[in-house]
C-alpha cells in the first residue's frame, strides 16, 4: 500500500492540543480593535441615514408646498384666461 501525502489532498490536519490554547493577547486586541472599527462605521452609517430621512421628509414637504403653490397658480391663471375671453 502507498503512502498518502495529506496536505497534496488539501486537508489541514492540526494537532489536538492547538484547538486548546487560548487566544494570544495581540489576536484580542486585533479583534477588539476591529470590533471598535465596525463600531463606528456603523455609527456613521446610522447618522448618514438618520440625516437623509430627515431631508426626505423636508423635500416631501417642500413638494407638497409646490403642489400647492402651482395648483394656485394654475387657478389664477385660468380665471385670467377666463377674463380675457370675456373680452
Request: hydrophobic letters at 35%; glycine letters at 6%; one cysteine or more.
Amino acid at each position: 500500500m502507498e503512502l498518502c501525502d495529506f496536505n497534496q489532498l488539501g486537508l489541514d490536519f492540526v494537532c489536538t492540543t492547538s484547538y486548546s490554547e487560548p487566544p494570544r493577547k495581540e489576536t484580542e486586541l486585533m479583534d477588539q480593535e476591529l470590533i471598535e472599527l465596525l463600531e463606528k462605521k456603523i455609527g456613521d452609517i446610522v447618522e448618514k441615514y438618520s440625516a437623509l430621512k430627515e431631508e426626505n421628509a423636508r423635500l416631501n414637504e417642500e413638494i407638497r408646498r409646490f403642489s400647492g403653490d402651482r395648483e394656485e397658480i394654475k387657478s389664477r391663471v385660468d380665471a385670467i384666461l377666463g377674463k380675457l375671453d370675456g373680452i
